[in-house]
């Protein structure tokens, strides 16, 4: 089956690219590689070009009139840079995003996942959230998100086309045969901060140790993005039993998390663990816009698309420090 991936050179759609080969699939890369890698599409069928371009997808689209659907991770999801500088977020996320949809549908490709994210959510007591838990985005970044998935469901109420929206938690790790990772040079989730900071000998800030989580720290749900890849061919697979069995709608909002909450202090635990001995670390105040945080309640892709998450934390802290080591020497990064 052949699969377009736009933002196919990036983490996560290299990795989904990756699952899709392993799996027997074909994946077709879209990237105008701004922030992605040429190394992660070598030996891939790529395409470099924007999203918007629509002569661009036509034509791939001519080349590939079989493509069976489109895995639309293409974006900029930097929330600081997302906040100095939010037309450009606009543009590059929902603005873009139309003309993609707009030529999809040109060309009468009306299966279409759309990577969304768990930072929608507004923070609710116990902090499992499930896909009617109400939605309060924190940041330019997230808003962009949340506007395409409304338009989603507007298109899909139109116009001869159905979407499949996934919201992702807290990706971490990478594909368990290296062949990509995190590519992006400033780090700045939990995990790849504590790996910056114990591969160069610094300390590791909890940011925020007064919420009111079990230790104090903020809670979030590590999915290993090996998992995440999995749960976008099943989404494929799936896709159109999805719309003749469980909705009447043409428009279906899964959560892809592990469903376990873990506070930045469990993480830091759980790191330790895997390396054998204990890393500097500090306590600082939070972060503007940092929140006390959510896990998912998967139960929908659990049941609907059949999607259960395998790996444990320690097996994603483990890969994630392998690729953090190949890829100095890889993509020719410092750390
Ligand atoms: N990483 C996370 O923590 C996380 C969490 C939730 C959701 N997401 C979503 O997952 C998707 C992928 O994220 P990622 O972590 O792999 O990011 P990434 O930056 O590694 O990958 C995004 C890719 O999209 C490409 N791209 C951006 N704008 C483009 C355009 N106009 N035309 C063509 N290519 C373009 C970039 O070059 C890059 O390769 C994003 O949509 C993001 O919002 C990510």
């Known amino acids: ?46 395409y470099q070009g924007d999203i918007a371009d629509q002569d661009l997808i036509k034509r791939i ?54 990577s ?47 979407a499949i929206t996934l919201r992702y938690f807290n990706p971490i790790g990478a594909d368990p045969k290296l062949r990509s990772g995190q590519q992006l040079e400033r780090v700045s989730h939990a995990l790849d901060k504590i790996i910056e900071a114990h591969t160069l000998r610094q300390n590791f800030y909890i940011t ?35 719309f003749s069995e469980y909705t009447t709608e043409k428009y279906r909002v899964y959560n892809l998390g592990t469903g376990n909450g873990t506070t930045v202090f469990e993480l830091v635990q759980a790191f330790e663990n895997v390396i054998g001995h204990p890393i500097k670390k500090e306590l600082a105040p939070p972060r503007p816009g940092d929140v006390a945080g959510a896990y998912a309640n998967p139960a929908r892709a659990n049941t609907e ?3 259960y998450p395998e790996s444990s934390l320690e097996t994603a802290i483990e890969l994630g420090l392998k690729w953090f080591e190949k890829r100095k020497a890889f993509l020719g990064l410092t750390f």
């Open 208 to 242: 925020g140790t007064e919420w009111p989580t079990r230790d104090g720290s903020g809670i979030r749900d590590y999915i290993h993005v090996w998992d995440l890849a999995k749960a976008h061919i099943k989404a494929v697979l799936e896709f159109d039993r999805v």
């Open 1 to 46: 089956m052949k699969v377009l991936v736009t933002g196919g050179a990036g983490y996560i759609g290299s990795t989904i690219c990756s699952a899709l080969l392993d799996q027997g699939h074909t994946p077709i890369v879209l990237d105008s590689l701004i922030r992605g890698r040429q190394e992660f599409v070598q030996d891939r069928i790529f």
């Open 305 to 307: 698309l059949g999607w």
């Open 61 to 114: 689209f001519k080349d590939h009139p079989d493509i069976y659907a489109t895995i639309h991770c293409a974006a900029l999801i930097l929330v600081p840079e997302s906040t100095a500088n939010p037309l450009g977020y606009y543009r590059a996320n929902v603005q873009k995003s139309l003309d993609l949809f707009d030529a999809l549908m040109q060309v009468g490709c009306d299966r279409v996942i759309f």
């Open 116 to 162: 969304s994210t768990a930072s929608l959510y507004d923070v609710v007591e116990g902090f499992s959230v499930d896909e009617a838990s109400p939605l309060k985005p924190s940041s330019p970044y997230s808003r962009t998100k949340l506007c395409m998935e409304l338009a989603l469901e507007d298109f899909t109420r139109a116009y001869d086309f159905r």
